[in-house]
């Protein structure tokens, strides 16, 4: 057992360090990251919710997608959730020295956890988004592709998380720091690293698939510029995760694994948050489409009767002239091929 200044601690401070246990030094960096991970997955629900409005109502279809993307956003807000409960216990941010073996065994307790649920989240909306890439995909070798790196995806995400949960015997020494070093355990970096790499591969072939299908699209070059910038959305996701691996190989060297840790679950929430928003921008597109038009049909009749005329609409937005209604006028063609995905 480790003691410092009469406090239980599961590492020793390095050499000429000052340790204060009631105001622990805390990283500006990663608690500044970690408000802003749980910012961007409470915007993931304003995005997706008229997202999936606009893909019931709207269009009337709903695919396995969806169900996917769903459950990943569930999982993110859980994930974005106990980071959360850390930051205001005051333990994120904070190297396991500086804390007691009690707060070291609670934290690296609710970092697993995240970690785990953030694991699953990601796998769950890189594979929606295989099943959109899918959709849209007008090549045979573009549809192939696809298809094959949904094992990618699958493989590793299986096999770093149950090489995370089961890394030690017995499975409690994972997070009890008090029989850790006691227990069988196996460094699951390795894991981690493998993940990493393989979902990195996995968002760059995304992007570079989503530019030339894009690009091969017979439409205006505004609309293929447009359609661009929204799926471009997956650079973020692909950052997020050339982040994590970056934390991954300098956190070998380090002696506290726990710090590590918790800058990788925030970085997980990013990169699952950016896929959710990748996926449900072009719904969400539609959503703003109907809103505006809806606004539009609204204020039109005022502005006939200002102007002398009276135009009557009925409740889904068709002219009792009986011509054809706004809604089919724009946003049809390739374009609707491509985002009704």
């Not at 919710?49 to 969806?66: D, E, F, V």
């Not at 956890?113 to 594979?127: E, K, M, V, Y």
């Not at 449900?280 to 959503?287: A, T, V």
């Not at 102007?307 to 002239?321: D, E, R, V």
Request: with cysteine.
């Amino acid at each position: 057992m480790i003691t410092v200044d009469g406090v239980e601690v599961w590492l020793a401070p390095p050499d000429g360090s000052h340790v204060n246990f009631t105001n622990p030094q805390r990283d500006i960096a990663t608690v500044t990251a970690s408000y802003c991970a749980f910012g961007i997955a409470l915007t993931v629900p304003v995005i997706l919710g008229p997202s999936l409005y606009a893909t019931h109502y709207i269009r009337g279809k709903w695919h396995i997608q969806h169900y996917t993307i769903i459950l990943a956003s569930i999982l993110t807000l859980a994930s974005g959730i106990l980071t959360f409960i850390c930051l205001d216990k005051g333990v994120l941010g904070v190297h396991v020295w500086e804390m007691s073996m009690d707060d070291a065994i609670w934290e690296k307790k609710l970092i697993l956890a995240s970690i785990l649920l953030g694991i699953l989240g990601a796998a769950l909306a890189r594979l929606g988004l295989c099943i959109i890439y899918g959709k849209i995909a007008d090549a045979l070798w573009h549809r192939r592709v696809i298809r094959g790196a949904v094992v990618p995806i699958i493989v590793p995400s299986i096999a770093v998380w149950f090489g995370l949960l089961f890394a030690c015997r017995p499975v409690e020494a994972i997070w009890n720091l008090r029989i850790s070093t006691e227990a069988h355990c196996i460094n699951s970096y390795p894991f981690h690293i493998l993940h990493a790499i393989v979902v990195c591969l996995v968002d760059l072939i995304f992007i570079f698939l989503t530019i030339d299908i894009t690009l091969r699209l017979q439409m205006p070059w505004k609309t293929k510029v447009v359609l661009v910038g929204v799926f471009s959305t997956g650079l973020l996701t692909l950052g997020a995760t050339v982040a994590r691996l970056a934390i991954l190989i300098t956190g070998l060297k380090k002696p506290d694994t726990t710090f590590a840790l918790a800058q990788i679950t925030v970085c997980l929430i990013f990169e699952v948050s950016f896929a959710i928003i990748c996926g449900s921008l072009p719904d969400f597109r539609k959503f703003i489409e109907r809103f505006i038009l809806d606004v539009s049909e609204i204020s039109q009749p005022i502005m006939d009767r200002g102007s002398g005329g009276l135009a009557l609409h009925t409740i889904g937005g068709t002219p009792m002239n009986g011509g054809p209604p706004p809604s089919e006028t724009g946003y049809h063609g390739s374009t609707e091929v491509l985002i009704a995905a």
